[in-house]
């Protein structure tokens, strides 16, 4: 069964827009990291957040962690046409083995 | 990609019959993984590596071994390639076990007729 949930399934916005995808996950976690795709490509790590932290940014990106609510979000500020990819998020459950749950994704499109 | 390659990049095969895809890193990092991934589906953990001959299951580990003899190069092996098979494989490796980052190969199309 699948940790992570992203939704929405997909997103449609334009160019200069705020793309906000949003992942829940049931279990306790070590930290929540979230990836791109780019298509017919390999996942390229973006951030990650540990769980005792809430909020992190990196460059276009801002990452918040509700532990209470078991969820997170990603925020892409000013999208681009080259931010059209899909977005996993995966979460490092802790459990002593080294791995992670990935969930289903959001495919985001930004039109120019 | 991080110096990981994935071979081959693309394979048709039959059913029946055994494939063996090899992931080979540059990074000298410990832990490497191996996922498919299907529409609907994400990316589901086949099996994965945490040294030299050190391996275990992951969420979807039916049909499939791995081997890890060196530490540049993990294997997956379908012993005998089912319809079901039929996906992209993907590689990835992590260094660090407090953050587990893990970087991923270029994958591999893999189809079972």
């Known amino acids: 069964s699948q940790q992570g949930e992203e939704d929405p399934q997909a997103l449609s916005i334009q160019e200069g827009e705020n793309a906000t995808m949003n992942c829940s996950y049931k279990t306790s976690i070590n930290n929540l990291q979230w990836y791109r795709q780019n298509s017919g490509r390999g996942l390229v790590h973006l951030i990650l957040?540990?769980?005792?932290?809430r909020e992190k940014h990196s460059g276009r990106l801002r990452v918040t962690l509700d532990t209470s609510k078991k969820s997170s979000s990603l925020l892409i500020t000013a999208s681009r046409a080259a931010d059209t990819a899909s977005y996993f998020c995966a979460t490092d459950m802790n459990t002593g083995f080294q791995k992670l749950v990935f969930g289903t994704g959001t495919r985001l499109l930004v039109s120019p | 990609d991080a110096g990981i390659t994935q071979s081959p990049r693309h394979k048709v095969t039959e059913t029946g019959t055994p494939v063996t895809l090899r992931c080979h890193q540059t990074?000298?990092?410990?832990?490497m993984y191996w996922y498919r991934q299907d529409p609907g589906h994400g990316l589901r953990l086949i099996h994965y590596?945490?040294?030299?001959?050190?391996?275990d299951k992951g969420e979807v580990s039916d049909g499939y071994s791995v081997s890890r003899s060196k530490t540049e190069d993990f294997l997956l092996t379908l012993e005998s390639a089912t319809s079901s098979q039929t996906s992209v494989y993907f590689c990835?490796?992590?260094?660090?076990?407090?953050?587990?980052?893990?970087?991923f190969g270029p994958g591999t199309r893999l189809t079972v007729t």
């Open positions: 590596s945490y040294g030299v001959k050190d391996t």
């Open positions: 990835a490796i992590s260094a660090i076990r407090e953050r587990n980052e893990q970087y």
């Open positions: 957040i540990r769980s005792n932290e």
């Open positions: 990074e000298n990092h410990r832990y």
